[in-house]
């Protein structure tokens, strides 16, 4: 009896066991966290100071509840004045439109929301993108494929530029930050890696994704592997400053080839423009 009575003890910790490291990976690869930042310059007018962005990247199909209902809800009580998504909304691997433009219709009912393209957006077949960019312009967004937008903001405006993913290695992002005017310069480029081109451009302030955070984080050591940089890559997550430019790299909301995320949860960034005075 002892001996059935221990086996079956080990067989309900085992369960047990299994069942918390099932949560604890739903919950690395579901769990929405919100990373928040603050962008000083001179070239913020007094009227955006407290003017809040948020930050949407690398969804990859996913999805947050029926809708994108938690995520909508989630970005709904963050308050922005401006939504960026940064690329990467469906995965080449697994084509789905249907994540993308849920989102894209909660947010743009929520606040002005501008998109660009990704590397994975550019995988996909030609079919299937214009599918995309037009539910993405059905849904209210803007899509910024290399091309400038004003934002008027009670007497002051916000200059956004937008670099398509197809576009990194050509030198579309000189002539593009050519074309926006004096003050605040705010570029959305889905690839962080190429910071030393947006710094040359002129950029104040970038948006990028593609890293997801390095996938797999560990203490003390950061992300392990990010597309584009390889192993042990150095823009995963956060502020960077290079030269002039501020880049705000988002650790993303999906994942793609590798299907899992650990220490690294999905993120939704926020960053708060302030003027310095």
Not at 37 to 48: A, I, W
Not at 69 to 83: A, C, G, H, I
Not at 204 to 230: C, K, N, T
């Amino acid at each position: 009896m002892k001996t059935r009575e221990g086996r079956w003890k080990q067989m309900v910790a085992i369960g047990a066991a299994l069942v918390l490291l099932a949560a604890f990976f739903w919950w690395q690869n579901n769990g929405l966290t919100v990373s928040r930042y603050e962008f000083t310059s001179t070239k913020v007018p007094r009227e955006l100071d407290g003017y809040t962005i948020v930050q949407l990247s690398d969804l990859h199909n996913h999805r947050f509840g029926d809708g994108q209902r938690r995520l909508l809800k989630l970005v709904e009580e963050l308050e922005p004045d401006l939504v960026l998504m940064t690329g990467d909304l469906v995965d080449r691997n697994r084509t789905d439109l249907i994540p993308a433009l849920e989102l894209a219709k909660g947010t743009s009912e929520l606040a002005p929301t501008y998109y660009i393209t990704g590397n994975h957006e550019w995988s996909i077949a030609d079919r299937e993108r214009t599918e995309l960019l037009e539910g993405m312009t059905e849904a209210g967004v803007v899509v910024l494929e290399d091309r400038c937008a004003v934002l008027p903001v009670g007497e002051s405006c916000l200059v956004l530029a937008g670099l398509s993913d197809e576009s990194l290695r050509d030198g579309t992002v000189d002539w593009l930050m050519e074309d926006v005017p004096d003050g605040l310069s705010i570029l959305l480029a889905h690839e962080p890696q190429f910071i030393s081109d947006y710094a040359r451009a002129g950029a104040d302030l970038v948006f990028s994704g593609h890293a997801h955070g390095g996938q797999i984080r560990l203490p003390f050591v950061g992300g392990l592997y990010a597309p584009g940089q390889g192993f042990l890559p150095k823009l995963t997550k956060g502020l960077y400053e290079v030269e002039d430019t501020t880049l705000v790299v988002s650790r993303g909301l999906g994942n793609s080839t590798f299907p899992f995320r650990f220490l690294n949860r999905p993120e939704v960034v926020v960053l708060t423009l302030r003027t310095e005075d």
